[in-house]
């Protein structure tokens, strides 16, 4: 098992910034892919962003130059730097964890955090 504890989140106003945390650990793999994706209320779960043990990096197209994500492997740790934020940037987000070893894949989920943005 992988547990997740995610910390950061909040309320700021629009046009501010927040940072979000992930650390992953447990029966962690040594390849995986950390992210975050986000529900606002009446939608669909979307991809925020995602970066693989090895650097790579994807974002979803609605943070693509605004969020940045970065970790660090020797602490099991994701960051989500989200500048810019707009009002429709406030949801719930999730960090996931995505491991792999040979053909068997897991996937785990945190418990959530809230974003709000304030126009």
């Known amino acids: 098992q992988v547990q997740l504890v995610e910390s950061g989140g909040g309320l700021v106003q629009a046009g501010g910034s927040l940072g979000l945390s992930c650390v992953a650990s447990g029966s962690t793999f040594s390849i995986n892919t950390i992210g975050w994706y986000r529900q606002a209320p009446g939608k669909e779960r979307e991809l925020v962003a995602g970066i693989s043990s090895g650097g790579s990096t994807d974002y979803g197209d609605s943070v693509k130059g605004r969020f940045t994500i970065s970790r660090d492997n020797a602490k099991n740790t994701a960051y989500l730097q989200m500048n810019s934020l707009e009002p429709e940037d406030t949801a719930v987000y999730y960090c996931?964890?995505?491991?792999?070893?040979?053909?068997?894949?897991?996937?785990?989920w945190g418990r959530g955090t809230q974003v709000t943005v304030s126009s």
């Open positions: 996931t964890y995505r491991g792999r070893l040979g053909a068997l894949e897991r996937t785990y």
